[in-house]
């Protein structure tokens, strides 16, 4: 018998790239919260039984008011915290024609960076990868 007791499942969790005009959206997560402070693409957990694209799509309508249109999906990775792991996936997206501008009804600012600058902001540790995946 194996004795090692064995780890939880990574916790599935969406973000989107959303790019407009050639600029990328970084939303900040609000301080209290994991992570607080630190800067993140918009999404979030996928609930029990649901489609990562369907929870990309609720996630954004919650955060940020917006609908968006997935023009990628990248290849989704496990990234360990101290308090477990996430099983990141990410899309690539742009905001869908007559979607309401994005408001941050659950981060503290939005801005939109040249993809030369994702890295000068403090992201969140998993978001490293998927910067690199970005052409
Ligand atoms: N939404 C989002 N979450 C990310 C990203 N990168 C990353 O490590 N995460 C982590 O994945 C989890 C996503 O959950 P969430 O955004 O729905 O969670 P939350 O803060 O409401 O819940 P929590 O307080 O349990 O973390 C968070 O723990 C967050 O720190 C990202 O780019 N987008």
């Known amino acids: 018998m194996n004795a090692t ?6 916790v599935p969790v969406v973000c989107a790239v959303i790019i407009r005009g050639g600029r990328i959206m970084l939303a900040q997560r609000p ?10 693409f918009p ?4 609930e029990p039984g649901e489609a990562p694209e369907a929870a ?10 917006c609908s968006v249109r997935i023009t990628q999906a990248l290849a989704p990775f496990v990234h360990a915290y101290d308090w477990g792991s996430i099983k990141l996936i ?6 869908a024609k007559g979607s309401t501008e994005p408001h941050p009804h659950e981060h503290t600012a939005l ?5 030369e600058e994702l890295l000068r902001y403090d992201l ?3 978001d490293v990868p ?3 995946m970005l052409d």
């Open 5 to 10: 007791p064995a780890l939880p499942a990574p």
């Open 31 to 40: 301080p209290g919260k994991k992570l607080g402070g630190l800067w993140e």
């Open 43 to 46: 999404g979030g957990k996928v």
């Open 56 to 65: 990309l799509h609720r996630e954004l309508q919650e955060e940020l008011g």
């Open 90 to 95: 990410p899309f690539v997206c742009e905001l």
């Open 111 to 115: 801005v939109w960076v040249e993809h």
């Open 124 to 126: 969140a540790p998993a």
């Open 130 to 132: 998927v910067v690199e």
